[in-house]
């Protein structure tokens, strides 16, 4: 009885130790000024981007998770969003299964660029307009039907729709959401 009791205090100061050392390995200081995105660049700004595709600036909002969900026919219910930063995802039931759905702004990127990619990857690509502005449908060989779309849009913004399971159109969805996107209205 007594070893047991002995014991807990060991291990309490273990795991004490083990949360501080968590703590302080993880944490760093940076050197440096914290600056606006975009602000770092040489190269030539997008400043006109807010006037001419005001939802481009609302990131990962530029659309409601209800419109996400509505598009891809999946329940406003069951959406959630896996992952924001410059690349948004949300992931949303659709009756015939999941449906991971990406959007992605690159301020400084371009068409050309996305092309260039998708060449390498061996994608199917076609160009279209899409609201009025210079795009680019691409199809992954994937057995699902996967479907992107980017568009050359104060820099270059795209949806990519990745069905888990074969029978849904995912370019007509992609599609939609771009055009949704590129609306001048905010």
Known sequence: MRSAFARRPVAALIAVLAVL????????TVDGTAAKSGSGSSGPRNDDSERQYPNL????????????AETVGADPLDIQSTFVGAICRWQAAN??????ITRFWFE?????NEREVAQKLN???ESRSVAGIQSIVMRPNDPNGACGVASNAAGVVGWWINPQAPGIDAC?????????TLATRA
């Open 21 to 28: 050392s968590l703590l302080t390995g993880c944490t760093q």
């Open 57 to 68: 600036l609302k990131e990962c909002e530029v659309l409601t998770e209800d419109i996400l």
């Open 95 to 100: 009756p015939a299964g999941l449906v991971d």
């Open 108 to 112: 400084l990127g371009s068409l050309d």
């Open 123 to 125: 994608y199917q690509i």
């Open 172 to 180: 007509k969805m992609a599609l939609k959401l771009m055009e949704l």
